[in-house]
């Protein structure tokens, strides 16, 4: 494939797994009216050399790869592998058995895209506002501060203002070192997302932004666990799956729970999940079902009604975090403004006391 066409394939690629659910739901309605899976895709072939180069490069691949009636084969790179693991369960059922998995996954990724746009909200805000606040310390640094310091001698700066001189001189003398420090940090934070394991990072899983991280995925895990056992796929089966196409994180915490879930001392599947990947109110959700009368359908409830209450609840610790950075900025201002100020007047008072030591 020539570069423009792979270019233009991966832009296709990209436009329907943003609009993935409503090509679930199309492929879904005609499924259910016994339209074949190939004839489906061989019209959004014939579509797309009509309309977009790109569109039909990617159909025309699906095409290749359907060819043995796999949907999920066809979808290998298009979409998350969260949605392949149920396509790929679903798909054994039949084309009506497929049709119905398509509607729920069609309704649940609408669900699983918002709470998407609120995580990435809940770190996109933080973000901006730490780089204006950095931006205003430096301005303040190497702008303000340098012109009192000219006019008065740092040493005859009242204590506050002596203190803002010293973040001013850190900042000019040690700034980019800073930077290059908290950019290394964020990147390292990045990493270790689905990455860290062990006792630390469980403890701080429990505090924000790890937290962050957890809910979204310990909710995501429970979407996905309960759609599989939806489609008759047993618990422990459901999360072999998943640990095959999780992160090194995920996979630390599904080992665990298979673990627990084949010890003698884990009479309900409640208690297996107990391993930190869930947040407090889902982990209790999770134990009440295990002991219900009928603890698959209860599960497979858990994971339908969870996404709203999750994206409730990154909303609620995306506003603490806001809020807490909102504070440490408005104080640290708060106090260079103070600083600034209080400098500025002791350099009032020492230039008009000049003239009444001349007439003296």
Same mark, same amino acid.
């Given at each position: 494939?020539?570069?423009?066409?792979?270019?233009?394939?991966?832009?296709?690629?990209?436009?329907?797994?943003?609009?993935?659910?409503?090509? *679930?739901?199309?492929?879904?309605?005609?499924?259910?009216?016994? +339209?074949?899976?190939?004839?489906?895709?061989?019209?959004?072939?014939?579509?797309?050399?009509?309309?977009?180069? #790109?569109?039909?490069?990617? *159909?025309?691949?699906?095409?290749?790869?359907?060819?043995?009636?796999?949907?999920?084969?066809?979808?290998?790179?298009? +979409?998350?592998?969260?949605?392949?693991?149920?396509?790929?369960?679903?798909?054994?059922?039949?084309?009506? #058995?497929?049709?119905?998995?398509?509607?729920?996954?069609?309704?649940?990724?609408?669900?699983?895209?918002?709470?998407?746009?609120?995580?990435?909200?809940?770190?996109?805000?933080?973000?901006? $506002?730490?780089?204006?606040?950095?931006?205003?310390?430096?301005?303040?640094?190497?702008?303000?501060?340098? +012109?009192?310091?000219?006019?008065?001698?740092?040493?005859?700066?009242?204590?506050? #203002?002596?203190?803002?001189?010293?973040?001013?001189?850190?900042?000019?003398?040690?700034?980019?070192?800073?930077? $290059?420090?908290?950019?290394?940090? $964020?990147?390292?934070? @990045?990493?270790?997302?689905?990455?860290?394991?062990?006792?630390?990072?469980?403890?701080?899983?429990?505090?924000?932004? *790890?937290?962050? *991280?957890?809910?979204?995925? @310990?909710?995501?895990?429970?979407?996905?666990?309960?759609?599989?056992?939806?489609? #008759? +796929?047993?618990?422990?089966?459901?999360?072999?799956?998943?640990?095959?196409?999780?992160?090194?994180?995920?996979?630390?915490? $599904?080992?665990?729970?298979?673990?627990?879930?084949?010890?003698?001392?884990?009479?309900?599947?409640?208690?297996?999940?107990?391993?930190?990947?869930?947040?407090?109110?889902?982990?209790?959700?999770?134990?009440?079902?295990?002991?219900?009368?009928?603890?698959?359908?209860?599960?497979?409830?858990?994971?339908?009604?969870?996404?709203?209450?999750?994206?409730?609840?990154?909303?609620?610790?995306?506003?603490?975090?806001?809020?807490?950075?909102?504070?440490?900025? @408005?104080?640290?201002?708060?106090?260079?403004?103070?600083?600034?100020?209080?400098?500025?007047?002791?350099?009032?008072?020492?230039?008009?006391?000049?003239?009444?030591?001349?007439?003296?």
């Amino acid at each position: 494939m020539q570069i423009i066409d792979w270019i233009l394939f991966r832009a296709a690629a990209h436009r329907l797994k943003q609009r993935r659910a409503d090509f *679930y739901y199309d492929m879904a309605s005609a499924l259910e009216d016994k +339209v074949p899976l190939f004839t489906i895709l061989r019209k959004y072939e014939a579509r797309g050399r009509t309309r977009s180069r #790109g569109d039909a490069l990617l *159909y025309r691949h699906m095409l290749r790869e359907a060819m043995g009636g796999s949907l999920s084969q066809s979808l290998i790179g298009v +979409v998350p592998t969260t949605e392949l693991i149920l396509i790929d369960a679903i798909q054994g059922s039949g084309d009506t #058995g497929l049709a119905r998995g398509l509607y729920f996954l069609s309704e649940t990724v609408e669900k699983v895209d918002r709470m998407i746009a609120t995580v990435r909200k809940a770190v996109v805000y933080p973000l901006i $506002l730490l780089v204006l606040f950095a931006g205003l310390m430096t301005g303040f640094s190497l702008f303000a501060v340098p +012109v009192l310091a000219d006019l008065l001698p740092p040493e005859k700066w009242p204590a506050i #203002g002596r203190g803002l001189y010293a973040v001013s001189y850190v900042v000019s003398h040690y700034g980019i070192l800073i930077a $290059l420090g908290v950019v290394a940090l $964020l990147v390292a934070f @990045g990493v270790s997302l689905p990455r860290w394991q062990g006792p630390m990072r469980r403890r701080l899983d429990r505090l924000a932004p *790890y937290s962050l *991280y957890r809910d979204f995925s @310990g909710a995501m895990l429970i979407v996905s666990i309960s759609s599989l056992m939806r489609a #008759g +796929v047993s618990l422990r089966s459901a999360l072999e799956r998943a640990t095959r196409f999780s992160s090194p994180w995920m996979r630390w915490h $599904l080992r665990e729970i298979l673990s627990r879930l084949s010890s003698e001392q884990s009479t309900q599947f409640g208690q297996a999940f107990s391993t930190g990947v869930l947040n407090g109110a889902l982990e209790d959700r999770v134990q009440d079902a295990s002991e219900r009368r009928d603890p698959i359908a209860a599960f497979v409830k858990i994971g339908v009604g969870s996404i709203d209450r999750i994206e409730r609840s990154i909303q609620a610790s995306a506003s603490r975090l806001n809020s807490t950075l909102m504070a440490v900025a @408005g104080l640290t201002l708060a106090g260079m403004m103070a600083g600034f100020f209080a400098t500025a007047f002791e350099m009032q008072s020492g230039i008009q006391q000049i003239p009444t030591v001349q007439t003296r």
